[in-house]
């Protein structure tokens, strides 16, 4: 497939920037949401249901509380945005942005949610999971740019 050019190319780059903000905003609403915590609870009583056992022992190990969810929610927002990017420059310049704002949407739950409150292991779990989101990004690049095309293997 041949990479979009001038007009195309604005269009393409326009719309991953689009869905990169998107992922961001859905991301934002559910840090500041009630709802969010309300599904997570719905959730787990419903696995209770049908399997208690299994469940209460997978939750009682969890003593990080919900700082695993937290890697899930910003390792995908930070893969989206990098993948919005064209260069390094800008790949490494999306990263401060994004840790800054998982730090401040952590910071202002309570302003937004009644049920929310600051956690450092939730932050952790924020940074965590943009970290590795960028470690898997830089590796899976730099396995790609290595990458011998076909045509230039059958020439």
Not at 5 to 16: E, K, P
Request: zero cysteines; charged letters at 15%; aromatic letters at 10%.
């Amino acid at each position: 497939m041949s990479e979009p050019t001038g007009r195309s190319q604005r269009n393409h780059d326009l719309l991953r920037w689009t869905v990169a903000v998107l992922a961001v905003v859905i991301a934002t609403t559910i840090m500041w949401s009630d709802g969010a915590v309300d599904a997570w609870r719905a959730l787990v009583k419903l696995a209770l249901t049908w399997n208690a056992e299994a469940t209460s022992t997978v939750m009682g190990v969890r003593r990080w509380g919900d700082a695993d969810l937290h890697i899930l929610l910003w390792s995908t927002v930070t893969l989206v945005v990098l993948w919005a990017t064209r260069t390094r420059s800008q790949a490494i310049g999306a990263l401060l942005p994004r840790l800054g704002w998982s730090a401040f949407t952590e910071l202002a739950q309570p302003w937004f949610a009644e049920q929310r409150t600051r956690q450092g292991l939730d932050f952790a779990g924020n940074a965590i999971g943009i970290l590795l989101a960028a470690a898997a990004f830089w590796v899976f690049t730099r396995i790609r740019q290595r990458r011998v095309p076909v045509a230039s293997i059958r020439a």
